[in-house]
């Protein structure tokens, strides 16, 4: 909805003001307790851990105020807070207390009685609600020793899970907007262009390309209207940094687009969010809104004349709207279909006009930039990738969660260190389980044991033929059939195709046909030859990035997983045990006490024997449903 | 004639389109807001009835063939009425590596649907899958209307229907 732009611009804010009078209001206060109100944890009941604490805090007779306000001259026990994501999730709801720096996990509300008595008012620990490491058992107190927090460097993710996202004062005391004004007040757009180029900020979105090249090439179009677009169509599936960025952090993304338009010289941005992601759709919202009505947002900002708006756009759940021709398209209420380029957005972007299009991280990093230094932000990272990257890393890990790290860092560092290793199905910690990595999602490609000591970043990626992609690392056990992992991205890729050129619409058909020929026991040595060529074709020959990438877990498994690939076609055999139909249970006779369980629960008859005497499966009725296997006491059913 | 100045309009489609014309208003029936507008119209039948969306085409001034083009790309839009609680099971990477494709089976089985009919006669529920809800640290996640389950096994899955069937015969 447009708000309405008739009135007066309203004077911005003073940030000293703001940061003085919040700190001093802040600092009357003695504790403070923060819940994660991130999607994960409200899942798990968060909220209402909030509001049962709030009861008991009032009950026991502490002061909580949930809110800071402005010249609060009294003073307060607690500052019951909450968060954004911290990206522990699994463990959540998570609670800090502030400054014992204490971790309270899969806190529920029957824990808030001991959480108040004992810690609150005696000072004690409770014990059971501590992290426990899950490999060495070894309970951990607070972010500072736990390994998943300490082994990370938490820049862009920092404030996520401090700051209360939905209080602007609190990103203000932080030091928030004080680059906005600088690029504004102080730099000439070149400069600020100059600045983030001398940072080597790369997009953070997938394709890594200079961010202030991105910038100056859009600076020197021609034209008095320019917009700035956020890319917040985080559609890759196991990836979701951008969604706890927006989630815990929306004012830096405001800012960093703040000081992009500056730099471009746009007066207007669209901030264009998955609406699978309600909450941070709410939240970019607040903020939006409330920079508005602190003049952070609007006419003459800090007095500079500059003017920005800002609008928050809901997707509607189509994946290649993450490519950017396609996101512009959908802007303007058009199919998002992409278009070819050249143009680009850069020249000829919504509406005809010149547009900058950044991720959301790319854009929460640019005021970090502006605040310290284009050398400060290059002393981490790597030379060609300088800075930190945000990692969703999921899948059969024992942490599973939003990490950061520097760009250089191993895998091995992430999965088995800050991850905390690979589980087996079961959940449990498995030594020797790991089998492959899968990084950025769809478009990107598989690592292997051979990688794991390989220095991430986008360029060593690219050379193994996988990519950085958004983020997303999904960690795979043993027990993982990759053939069908291909499957599952080809797939989605068919799925979010958008049908406007033939090789991606036509061939993400066909690579999943042959997969799943593979999968069904009808597959050749042929069916593989088939299957590499259609891929290096779609490849190359498609129009946008979606089905030039779209080949890359094929060309993976191919490469990396070549016998596992190939054991499918020639030996009819699934290593894994995953394709079901390539499955061939059978009775162990030595262990099969003829109990005629399985028999009975057999859907299709194909179990014969006699009572007390071994059964036996007829291949030719069976179905492979497992059911005999799920009722045999004996262990005597394997195969399925 | 078009559709919209048909002289048999019952008393309940002209509220029927009442309701779409404030929000064409809040959106100044500004053609490159059709997306939006859709959104809002589909919040408020739950689906975008056919009647619907030519009278949109209409009222912003553009071929109702442009209207359907949109409407029929986006995945969230749905042309078919859904059930009063959706069940949209995340079929991400993580969710799927988790074994999401159970639960979506033992829902199927439940409320004897399949991907083909996917909303039960009562329309009581409809169950479809997503690609990735970015919950993944909580794998596998399901999300009923809006509320987000994390960790859910086929188990949880059913009882969670049972409990919703129990609660809606009682009211």
Redesign the interface.
């Given at each position: 909805m447009n708000p309405s732009h008739a009135q007066a611009p309203v004077e911005t804010v003073s940030l000293e003001n703001v940061v003085q009078e919040y700190g001093q209001s802040a600092d009357r206060i003695a504790r403070r307790i923060i819940i994660c109100a991130g999607t994960g944890c409200v899942a798990n009941g968060s909220l209402e851990v909030h509001r049962v604490l709030k009861e008991k805090l009032r009950a026991v007779g502490l002061d909580a105020i949930t809110t800071v306000e402005l010249e609060d001259e009294k003073k307060h026990d607690i500052h019951l807070s909450r968060s954004g994501c911290q990206g522990f999730c699994q463990m959540g709801p998570l609670l800090t207390i502030e400054p014992d720096d204490i971790l309270y996990t899969r806190v529920q509300p029957g824990d808030v009685d001991d959480i108040v008595e004992l810690t609150l008012q005696q000072g004690e620990i409770v014990d059971r609600l501590l992290y426990v490491e899950p490999a060495s058992r070894e309970p951990h107190l607070g972010h500072h020793d736990i390994p998943f927090y300490k082994l990370q460097e938490r820049t862009v993710l920092k404030p996520c899970g401090q700051l209360d996202p939905e209080n602007a004062y609190e990103y203000i005391h932080g030091g928030g907007y004080q680059a906005a004004r600088k690029a504004l007040c102080e730099m000439t757009p070149e400069e600020v262009c100059d600045e983030v180029a001398r940072a080597g900020l790369r997009g953070r979105g997938g394709g890594g390309f200079p961010t202030g090249k991105k910038w100056q090439l859009t600076l020197v179009q021609p034209g008095e209207k320019k917009y700035v677009i956020c890319n917040a169509d985080e559609g890759d599936p196991g990836a979701f940094m951008d969604r706890s960025v927006m989630e815990g952090n929306p004012h830096a993304i405001i800012e960093g687009m703040i000081i992009a338009a500056r730099a471009i010289g746009a007066d207007e941005g669209y901030v264009y969010v998955r609406l699978e992601y309600p909450l941070a759709v709410d939240r970019i919202r607040k903020a939006v809104a409330d920079a508005e009505s602190l003049g952070l947002l609007g006419d003459d900002l800090f007095g500079s004349g500059q003017s920005f708006r800002l609008h928050v756009m809901e997707g509607a759940g189509a994946f290649v709207c993450g490519e950017e021709t396609a996101l512009i398209a959908s802007i303007e209420g058009q199919r998002g279909m992409p278009r070819p380029k050249p143009p680009f957005p850069a020249q000829s972007g919504l509406w005809g006009k010149p547009t900058v299009i950044n991720n959301v991280e790319t854009l929460a990093s640019v005021p970090l930039i502006l605040s310290h230094s284009a050398e400060e932000y290059r002393r981490r990272g790597t030379e060609g990738s300088p800075g930190t990257k945000t990692f969703a890393l999921t899948g059969h890990v024992a942490n599973t969660g939003l990490i950061e790290v520097p760009f250089g860092v191993t895998l091995r560092k992430i999965v088995f260190d800050i991850g905390g290793g690979v589980i087996d199905d079961a959940g449990k910690p498995a030594a020797d389980a790991f089998k492959a990595v899968q990084i950025g999602g769809p478009s990107g490609g598989c690592l292997t044991e051979e990688h794991l000591d390989l220095p991430l970043d986008f360029d060593s990626l690219r050379q193994v033929g996988a990519m950085v992609g958004s983020g997303g690392l999904v960690v795979m056990n043993q027990q993982t059939c990759m053939v069908q992992m291909a499957r599952f991205f080809m797939q989605f890729t068919q799925n979010e195709s958008c049908g406007k050129c033939v090789p991606c619409r036509e061939g993400t058909k066909q690579m999943l046909a042959l997969l799943d020929d593979i999968i069904e026991g009808r597959g050749e040595l042929q069916t593989l030859e088939l299957l590499e060529q259609v891929a290096v074709a779609v490849g190359k020959a498609s129009l946008c990035g979606l089905g030039k990438t779209a080949p890359s877990p094929v060309l993976a498994t191919l490469r990396h997983f070549g016998d596992e690939i190939r054991a499918h076609v020639v030996d009819k055999h699934c290593p894994a045990g995953r394709c079901k139909a390539l499955l061939k249970p059978e009775i162990l006779a030595d262990r099969c006490k003829g109990c005629t369980a399985c028999k009975k629960k057999c859907p299709v008859d194909a179990i014969q024997g006699e009572k007390k005497h071994p059964h036996t499966i007829d291949p030719e009725k069976c179905i492979k449903c497992g059911a005999c296997a799920e009722v045999c006491r004996f262990n005597a059913i394997v195969g399925v | 004639m078009p559709e919209t100045t048909q002289p048999n309009e019952t008393p309940a489609q002209i509220r029927h389109f009442a309701k779409v014309c404030d929000i064409l208003d809040?959106?100044?029936s500004n053609?490159?807001?059709?997306?939006?507008i859709?959104?809002q119209v589909q919040d408020e039948y739950r689906y975008l009835p056919e009647e619907v969306l030519t009278f949109v085409a209409t009222s912003l001034g553009i071929p109702p063939a442009k209207v359907f083009?949109?409407a029929t790309?986006?995945?969230?839009?749905t042309l078919e009425p859904k059930g009063k609680y959706v069940f949209r099971l995340c079929?991400?990477?993580?969710c799927?590596?988790?074994r999401s494709h159970g639960i979506l089976e033992a829902l199927y089985k439940r409320l004897n649907l399949s991907a083909e009919r996917n909303t039960t006669d009562d329309m009581l529920f409809t169950v479809e899958t997503?690609?990735?809800?970015?919950?993944?640290?909580?794998?596998p996640?399901m999300v009923v209307n809006?509320?987000?389950?994390?960790e859910v096994t086929p188990e949880k899955a059913i009882a969670l229907v049972d409990r919703i069937i129990e609660k809606e015969a009682n009211t």
């Open positions: - | 809040r959106y100044e053609p490159s807001k059709l997306i939006p859709l959104q083009g949109v790309f986006y995945a969230h839009f079929d991400g990477t993580a799927h590596v988790k997503v690609s990735c809800l970015g919950a993944c640290g909580l794998a996640v809006e509320e987000v389950h994390g």
